[in-house]
């Protein structure tokens, strides 16, 4: 596997296997997440990614190896344990408790029992609807608006790593703005972002490093300027220049 160097590693998995059921879904994957910036998993359909993202969360149980971050061992921790020592997790489904409005929404995430009113305004900085439809049942909402509220309930409140699984997918292309000047921004806080994603556009100005999936392993880590300015490379690894991910 070609790799890059890692000088301050936050998030690390060493040989990690992951079974659900009867099928054996990562085979070994080895995944370093420098600690700052953004990081992205790439990689086919089918290929692991998001299973990665909910082993790392402790949603499915790792069958073998190990999950370092921050220097802790996490492979054996639950769920709840590892939001507490600092992770959050944006499913691709958009989770939201339809019910609850969107400041009940916020509010639950909220571990301290409160809202911050200028974190809230900050974050409705980049996705004003939130408070226009701030006491709206959030399953009345459209698709994107759904989205921003999952990503408003993860940064909440500060958060040491942010798990985020295809958040662009299906998005009107000013949601998507919105959504990259969010993740700019906290590229300059002490959050580090690890994403899944395909809209290329959208990772190849944010992304720093780059990690590629394929049958259950990472088969290529590296710089994120190195692949995106390799056509051969991204022929190699997805099959397809990356051009074509848009």
């Given at each position: 596997?070609?790799?890059?160097?890692?000088?301050?590693?936050?998030?690390?998995?060493?040989?990690?296997?992951?079974?659900?059921?009867?099928?054996?879904?990562?085979?070994?994957?080895?995944?370093?997440?420098?600690?700052?910036?953004?990081?992205?998993?790439?990689?086919?359909?089918?290929?692991?990614?998001?299973?990665?993202?909910?082993?790392?969360?402790?949603?499915?149980?790792?069958?073998?190896?190990?999950?370092?971050?921050?220097?802790?061992?996490?492979?054996?921790?639950?769920?709840?344990?590892?939001?507490?020592?600092?992770?959050?997790?944006?499913?691709?489904?958009?989770?939201?408790?339809?019910?609850?409005?969107?400041?009940?929404?916020?509010?639950?995430?909220?571990?301290?029992?409160?809202?911050?009113?200028?974190?809230?305004?900050?974050?409705?900085?980049?996705?004003?609807?939130?408070?226009?439809?701030?006491?709206?049942?959030?399953?009345n909402l459209s698709g994107g608006q759904k989205q921003m509220v999952a990503i408003a309930r993860a940064i909440v409140e500060p958060r040491k790593l942010l798990l985020v699984d295809e958040p662009t997918k299906g998005l009107a292309p000013a949601i998507v703005q919105s959504l990259m000047a969010a993740f700019r921004e906290l590229k300059d806080t002490d959050t580090t972002i690890l994403l899944v994603e395909q809209n290329f556009n959208f990772v190849r100005t944010l992304g720093d490093s780059v990690s590629v999936m394929d049958d259950g392993r990472v088969v290529h880590a590296g710089s994120m300027r190195e692949l995106a300015d390799d056509d051969e490379l991204q022929t190699r690894l997805l099959g397809l220049s990356l051009d074509s991910h848009q």
């Open positions: 596997m070609e790799r890059q160097n890692q000088l301050d590693p936050l998030l690390t998995l060493s040989g990690v296997h992951t079974h659900i059921g009867q099928y054996h879904i990562l085979q070994g994957v080895d995944l370093v997440v420098p600690r700052g910036g953004l990081s992205v998993l790439l990689g086919r359909n089918g290929a692991g990614k998001t299973t990665t993202l909910r082993t790392i969360m402790g949603l499915w149980q790792a069958s073998a190896g190990s999950i370092t971050f921050d220097g802790q061992d996490i492979t054996r921790m639950s769920t709840p344990d590892i939001a507490r020592a600092g992770i959050a997790y944006v499913p691709e489904s958009m989770a939201v408790f339809s019910e609850l409005t969107v400041r009940e929404n916020l509010y639950l995430a909220a571990r301290s029992g409160a809202l911050d009113n200028a974190r809230v305004d900050w974050i409705c900085g980049f996705f004003p609807a939130l408070k226009k439809f701030w006491n709206y049942p959030a399953g």
